[in-house]
Each structure stands twice: as C-alpha cells, then as structure tokens.
C-alpha cells in the first residue's frame, strides 16, 4: 500500500472467535442482471457517437436482453429531435439540465451509468459541463472515451483528468490511448479495458453485387465515408485521382457524407465547394460522385459493400476511433490509410496498407500497387476479413456486458450485532499522548500528530467498549482523558485541537466543532464512566469548562455541547449550567430551522455539510431532557428528512459526500464518510429511545450495512477481527487509508446500534402494537410532501 494518499482529516473487549479478517478474501464477483444509463448522443442523431451510442443499445438488446439499458440523450434545445427509446434527454448547454437528469438516473436506481466521452458534445468550455453532471451521479461510473489526446489543453487534460477519477471502468478501443490514459492522466492500468468498434457480421466479396445496385459494375470503386470538414484530409485523395486513373480509368472515387453541421453553421459548403473546383481543375470531376447525405447504418453498409478499396486519407494522427473504418475492415475491404491511432493497430500486420500524412503521391502509389495486382488486392481484403471477425456485435456485445457487469457494486451483508469489533485497530493507533489522526494505510502516520477530537471520541469509546479488561480500559481512558485535560487553555477559554508528534500545540484555540465535542465527551464520560474517579474528573472538568468557555456559534458546536449537556442531566438533572447549555441550545436550533426551512428543504441550513444528523439528535435529546414535545418533534421530523436525502431508492445509506459541503440546496454523493454513518446511527437511536418506530432502528441498520459492503461501491470497509475501518467511499471504491476518525466511528457505531436492539428486544412484547410505518411520525411526514 505504498504511496496511498493521507487519510481524510476533516470535521467531520476481543470478542473475535471465529471471526476473519476480510482482508483475507477478496470480494465475490457478479453474476446478476445489470440495469445501465446510457448516456450519449443517439440516433436520430447525425454523428459517429450518435450512431455508436445507438448500436450499443441494439446489440445489448440483441445479444445480452438481461441487461437493460435506459438511454439519456444528449440533445440540443435549439434543435430537437424525436427520438424513440429514450428515457429522457438532456440539454447538451444547459448545467441546470444536467443536475435535473442527474437525480433522476440516481432515483430511477441503475447499477452502471455507461457515458460515452467526446470534448465537442457537452456544454461549456471544451465540454466541461460533464465534470459537473458526473460529480452528482450515484451509481458507479463506466466511460467510453471517443478521444485521447496525445497534447490537450490545460482545460482538457483537466477534464479528462476528472473523468478519470470519478469512474469505475474506462472502455478505449486503442492499445494506444489505453496506454496513454495510464501514463499521462493517471488512470490505474486495472480500470482500462480495450474493446475494439463493434462492426457488422456479413459474407465476405460481395463487391459485384452492390456495385450493380449502385450502376458501377465494370468500376473500380474507391470509398471514403463520413461527415466532411478539413479533418479528413480529402484534398490529398483527390490531389492522387489523375495518377490513378490514367493508369486505371475504370476508377471512381465515391465521397460520401453530409458536411459536419457545425461547419456549415460556420461557413456553409465552402469546403465541398473547394474539393469540386480542384476535382475540376485537376480534370477528374467525371471521376468522383458525391453523396451528400448521412447515412443510416444499413444504407452505409450496403454501400461500403460496392467498395474495393476504402481510403481514410486524415491528417491527425490521434483519432482513436472511426467507426466507418471498423465497418470496412469487417467487410473485407482493402483500405489505405495515414497511420493515425486507430488504423495504425486495426491494420497492423498487413490488414490494410499505411501511407505517410498529407502525401497525394503516396496514396496514389498504394492504390495503383493494389489495383495493378488483382491477387493481392483480393489477399488484403481477407485479410481485412479474418481481422474483422474479432470486432463482429456479438463479439462487442460480449464484451460490452463485461464491462458494465463488471462495474456493477457486489451486494453487501449485515454481520451480528453481538460481535463486538476488535479494539485492536483503536489501541495500535494509539500510544501515550493519545490517540494518532492519520494513517497511511494501516500504519499511524506520525506527520499529523493528534487532535482534540479524535481522542474525545476514544475517550467516548472507552466508557462503552466491551471485551476489555478494567486494568486496560483505565489506562487508556486516562491516556486519552489527560490529553483532554491538557487540551483546555483557560486563558483563551477554549479547547486546542491539533498537536504535532513531539506533543507541542499547533494553535492556542481550536474550531468551534473541537471545543463542542470536546465537551460532549465529558458530559458522556460523567454519565457512561465505568470509573467512579474518572467520572468525578470528567465532571469537574465540565464545570469549569462551561463555566467560562467563550460562546461556541457554530450549530454543530452547538449540537455537540447540547448532547453533553443531555448526558449530564441524565445522571444529574439538576445541574443548572447543563439545563442552561440545553435551553439556550434548543432555542437555538429552533430559530435557526425557522430561518433555513423552506417547502422542499425542511433543514437548518442551506447547506449540508459533515455530521448532518447530530443537529436534530441533539433537538430530540434536548426534548426529551427538558420535556418540551416541540424540540422533539422538530428535531424528528428534520431526521426523518435528512434521513430521507441519505437512503438510495435500493434502500441502501448513501450518506451526504464530503463533496457536498457549502453547496447550496443540493448535495453530491461522495466523498461517503464513516462519521456520517456513525451520526445517522446514534441519532436514529435517540429517535428510537423516544417513538420506539422501527423505522428509526431500519435506518440504523442501513447505515450499519454500509460499513459492510452495502453502499454505492459494494466496498467492505470495516473489519470485526482488526476493528480497522477504512476511510470512506469515492467513486472508485474504498480510501486504503485507516484513520483514528474512521476507526473510532465504526467502533461507537456498534455500540450505539447494540444497545439499541438490545432496547428493542425489552419491547418485543409489545411489538404488535408498535408502528413500523411512522406512528406518532406520520404528521410530520406529511409536511414535508
């Protein structure tokens, strides 16, 4: 696991018999059907991708019917088309458009979303619209990149860049761009796959045939096809006809395709216009016909069947794909070519014959070799065949269905909640200062240091923790107590928060969200402490500390200090200053959800950011504590929508991405951190403890589930036998990383939802009589409609 990027650092006993480690194993694969958006131009389209996008559709219908596609088609506004077999579309220019279409894939609940990849179809600046419409997709992502360039832009190789990080499964139909993409944007080499352009299945040497359907028996038929612009180097083919056909007059050179639209929209047909006056000054007019026309797949093939030699004459040397010449080679076509990527491996090993760029002489010389040479026109063109049978639908069908099965996230499990995770990751991030931040894979990373709240949290652990001896768990709950301790600067009336490994402080005050845990932890170890002496410490502690702490206005400081405060009455309900922390607090929060709440956002913020749930947990606590029925309900009705943002249409926790922070009204799925699992647990426990609604102990278990393997990724993050966690789920999976947070929330997370099955089970009796359809919730669910 060298070089693994640092662990994430933001806010956000040894029961183990017969339990293994999950790093001994490596994930079961997929065998299931797959449900895939396919996203792309489509036909009615008239463009390459268009028709790529539309031949992905059929042939998955045709070859691999388990698999069901929907198709999202990009399309433009100021010139719509009708299409058939479309789910929606999208406004190629429209950002708003993309976010719209974006919720709705993540709601329709695909396993794969397949994009296919090209600069010039997507908004914004050389398309980078698509970053913005990839950032908020869910479900894993699979990517057909039509181009890679060899010299991009700063702006393009940042795009491509992006795309690259955000997917699971990257298709290339070259050996080169799939190299290219490994070494020059970092793609990882186990992520590539080359599928080569998928092509027609027909009998080889039917040229006679379809000549006379075209009146061209007794010709010698050359063929270039495709949309026409500067690109295609025509000039040159047309520049190599007066040698051709003084030596074989019977030539014609057929060009067919409609001029690209976006030339036309620039300059009309002024480049056809050049190509027929040079035809005519060079005297050869008589010898090409023009089809100005895009052709639908079937018409193309018909016509590229009446061809013996096929020409693709392009100047730029990084095409990787051209779809009109993996048609020609499957049809047994001579072709002659510049050595540009695609036609440089398609025609490798005498498939076709390669030409140097710009060069009219060089292809008349390769034509004329061939024409002159029946044998050896005929052995290229089997040749051509016998490679083309490698590229057939069925075999890219095949192919394609493996890709995107591939993709597919494995399904997760659900382990026993009477299996308490080993301690063991808890105490090997830990020494005598306390308890290490970071980790560079499973090793503690001592460049960090240690923070105030991850030693809150072990501290919190500590008084909960099952499968240790009193002997350990005193020693580390003092470990981690002192650096609390030392933690507090009365002069500045405030927690530090970050210390380096050689146990000098970075700063002389912390964050508001450090001092607000900070004193959750106190208030929790008075309540929870199996240490008499350590309760008293954690007590005195807490007076002086809100006593005089300077106001904390941060609302999740705010929700931290409340939740203290809640466990401080719990043992103590008449402790004035916790009273105080909570009343202030509720109110608070109260007139901060009055402030943000609109129709369709019923939350605090604008904003969602990290540990979303302890802001109502701490509502429903503070309710309870103080009996005030408003808070409770409040503070449910915000989780039951929180909750709500947080759970796949599949039912899985898809918890807000650390992408999400500071965007208003709107969420992204990753970064999915273990802290937001663990809040979403602890808080449904308080909104269990309160309603005794299963719906609150299903949500715990969802969230639990995504420590398993249940979540976006199907990545296992967490581990009984080590008690390791690692750091979270991106879109390519799993962060390597191990850090003190990411332990310490799976940790609590157990036993959070442990003691709450064990309260379920005390109800059991009663169980008939409870609701598992919102109960005493289902007013505030209907004003959230």
Same mark, same amino acid.
């Given at each position: 696991?060298?070089?693994?990027?640092?662990?994430?650092?933001?806010?956000?006993?040894?029961?183990?018999?017969?339990?293994?480690?999950?790093?001994?194993?490596?994930?079961?694969?997929?065998?299931?059907?797959?449900?895939?958006?396919?996203?792309?131009?489509?036909?009615?389209?008239?463009?390459?991708?268009?028709?790529?996008?539309?031949?992905?559709?059929?042939?998955?219908?045709?070859?691999?019917?388990?698999?069901?596609?929907?198709?999202?088609?990009?399309?433009?506004?100021?010139?719509?088309?009708?299409?058939?077999?479309?789910?929606?579309?999208?406004?190629?220019?429209?950002?708003?458009?993309?976010? =719209? /279409?974006? $919720?709705?894939?993540?709601? *329709?609940?695909?396993?794969?979303?397949? #994009?296919?990849?090209? +600069? %010039?179809?997507?908004?914004?600046?050389?398309?980078?619209?698509?970053?913005?419409?990839?950032?908020?997709?869910?479900?894993?992502?699979?990517?057909?990149?039509?181009?890679?360039?060899?010299?991009?832009?700063?702006?393009?190789?940042?795009?491509?860049?992006?795309?690259?990080? =955000? /997917?699971? $499964?990257?298709?290339?139909? *070259?050996?080169?761009?799939?190299?290219? #993409?490994?070494?020059? +944007? %970092?793609?990882?080499?186990?992520?590539?796959?080359?599928?080569?352009?998928?092509?027609?299945?027909?009998?080889?040497?039917?040229?006679?045939?379809?000549?006379?359907?075209?009146?061209?028996?007794?010709?010698?038929?050359?063929?270039?096809?495709?949309?026409?612009?500067?690109?295609?180097?025509?000039?040159?083919?047309?520049?190599?006809?007066?040698?051709?056909?003084?030596?074989?007059?019977?030539?014609?050179?057929?060009?067919?395709?409609?001029?690209?639209?976006?030339?036309?929209?620039?300059?009309?047909?002024?480049?056809?216009?050049?190509?027929?006056?040079?035809?005519?000054?060079?005297g050869v007019a008589d010898h090409i016909i023009w089809d100005n026309r895009f052709l639908d797949t079937p018409e193309l093939l018909d016509q590229l069947e009446a061809c013996d030699i096929y020409l693709t004459p392009y100047p730029g040397m990084q095409q990787s794909t051209s779809g009109t010449l993996s048609y020609a080679v499957a049809l047994g076509k001579a072709v002659v070519s510049t050595p540009y990527v695609h036609a440089r491996e398609l025609l490798a090993n005498d498939v076709g014959c390669l030409i140097e760029v710009n060069s009219s002489s060089a292809i008349a010389d390769a034509v004329i070799g061939l024409l002159d040479v029946p044998e050896d026109l005929e052995a290229m063109q089997r040749r051509a065949y016998m490679r083309g049978r490698e590229t057939i639908w069925p075999r890219f069908a095949d192919a394609s269905a493996r890709l995107v099965t591939g993709a597919v996230s494995a399904l997760g499990s659900e382990p026993r909640i009477s299996k308490a995770p080993s301690l063991l990751a808890v105490l090997a991030m830990s020494d005598g200062t306390g308890m290490l931040q970071h980790s560079v894979g499973v090793v503690p990373n001592r460049h960090h240091g240690y923070c105030l709240d991850d030693n809150a949290r072990a501290l919190m652990l500590m008084n909960v923790a099952t499968g240790i001896s009193p002997v350990e768990r005193t020693k580390w709950s003092l470990v981690y107590a002192a650096f609390i301790q030392f933690a507090w600067n009365p002069d500045l009336r405030r927690f530090r928060n970050f210390m380096r490994f050689d146990r000098t402080w970075c700063e002389d005050e912390g964050s508001e969200d450090s001092n607000g845990r900070g004193i959750w932890s106190l208030g929790q170890t008075f309540e929870l402490s199996q240490d008499e002496g350590l309760s008293r410490w954690a007590l005195h502690l807490y007076n002086e500390v809100i006593g005089s702490i300077a106001p904390l206005g941060s609302p999740r400081a705010i929700a931290f200090s409340m939740l203290g405060a809640c466990a401080v009455l719990r043992r103590n309900p008449s402790h004035a200053a916790a009273r105080s922390v909570v009343e202030n607090g509720g109110d608070f929060l109260m007139r901060l959800l009055g402030q943000g709440r609109r129709p369709d956002w019923a939350w605090f913020e604008a904003v969602l950011g990290y540990d979303n749930p302890r802001l109502p947990q701490a509502l429903i606590e503070a309710g309870a504590a103080l009996d005030r029925k408003d808070w409770t309900d409040a503070g449910l009705e915000t989780l039951r929508w929180i909750c709500a943002q947080q759970l796949s249409v599949k039912g899985q926790f898809r918890p807000i991405g650390s992408e999400s922070f500071y965007k208003e009204h709107s969420y992204l799925p990753f970064d999915q951190q273990p802290l937001e699992a663990q809040a979403a647990i602890e808080a449904a426990r308080s909104a269990w403890l309160v309603t005794k609604d299963a719906h609150w102990s299903d949500h715990a278990r969802a969230a639990w589930r995504w420590f398993f393997g249940d979540n976006d990724r199907g990545a296992i993050l967490a581990d009984l036998a080590t008690g390791r966690c690692l750091d979270g789920v991106t879109p390519r999976g799993a962060n390597a990383n191990t850090g003190a947070e990411s332990i310490l929330a799976f940790q609590l997370s157990h036993y959070a939802l442990k003691e709450l099955e064990e309260q379920e089970l005390k109800l059991a009796p009663l169980s008939p009589y409870v609701s598992r359809e919102g109960g005493l919730l289902e007013p505030a669910r209907e004003r959230l409609v």
């Open positions: 696991m060298a070089h693994l990027p640092l662990s994430q650092d933001f806010e956000f006993g040894r029961e183990v018999a017969e339990v293994h480690s999950f790093f001994e194993a490596t994930n079961p694969g997929f065998s299931r059907a797959a449900r895939v958006a396919l996203i792309g131009n489509f036909g009615p389209r008239k463009c390459g991708i268009a028709t790529f996008t539309t031949d992905v559709f059929d042939k998955l219908a045709e070859y691999h019917p388990e698999i069901a596609v929907d198709v999202y088609a990009l399309d433009d506004p100021a010139q719509p088309l009708s299409y058939t077999n479309v789910v929606d579309t999208i406004a190629w220019n429209d950002i708003a458009d993309y976010e =719209r /279409a974006a $919720r709705k894939i993540n709601d *329709s609940g695909v396993d794969v979303v397949w #994009l296919q990849h090209e +600069y %010039g179809i997507f908004g914004g600046d050389d398309g980078e619209m698509v970053t913005h419409f990839v950032n908020r997709l869910a479900a894993p992502l699979v990517l057909t990149l039509h181009t890679v360039l060899t010299d991009p832009s700063e702006r393009q190789r940042a795009i491509l860049r992006h795309l690259v990080t =955000r /997917a699971s $499964r990257i298709m290339v139909m *070259s050996r080169t761009s799939c190299d290219l #993409l490994e070494n020059a +944007y %970092g793609a990882p080499a186990d992520i590539l796959e080359v599928i080569d352009h998928g092509a027609p299945d027909r009998p080889f040497g039917r040229q006679e045939e379809f000549k006379a359907r075209l009146g061209l028996s007794g010709r010698k038929v050359l063929t270039t096809f495709g949309l026409l612009g500067p690109g295609k180097g025509l000039e040159h083919a047309i520049r190599a006809l007066p040698a051709i056909v003084e030596r074989h007059p019977e030539t014609v050179y057929r060009i067919v395709g409609a001029t690209h639209p976006n030339l036309v929209a620039q300059h009309g047909e002024a480049y056809r216009e050049g190509l027929i006056a040079l035809s005519r000054e060079l």
